[in-house]
């Protein structure tokens, strides 16, 4: 893969980390977080249908080895349809 390249937890599709969403759980305090902080990432695609399978299959909470608050997924949904109402 090349560099600053990262897989989407859901399609698999590899893709520039500036087009995905980026999931964080902080180092040390285990805060899942969004597009902040440094710790273990996970990245997923900007478009709901990627979103949908990874929240149905836990594709993030696997990837970052913890549960992830509801209240993540309803911030990824709402930086998804912002960014689609945006550019279309």
């Known amino acids: ?4 390249y990262r897989r989407c937890v859901s399609c698999r599709k590899a893709t520039h980390r500036n087009e995905l969403l980026r999931v964080v759980r902080t180092h040390p305090t285990g805060v899942v977080q969004l ?5 273990r990432s996970a990245y997923l695609c900007a478009h709901l249908d990627c979103l949908n399978s990874a929240h149905k299959k836990n594709r993030l909470g696997r990837s970052l080895k913890t ?8 911030q990824l949904e709402h ?9 279309g």
Do not use: L
């Not at 549960?67 to 309803?74: H, K, L, T």
């Open 79 to 87: 930086t998804i349809e912002k960014s689609v109402h945006s550019h």
């Open 1 to 4: 893969m090349q560099p600053n």
């Open 35 to 39: 597009n902040q902080g440094a710790g």
């Open 67 to 74: 549960s992830i608050p509801e209240d993540i997924y309803r």
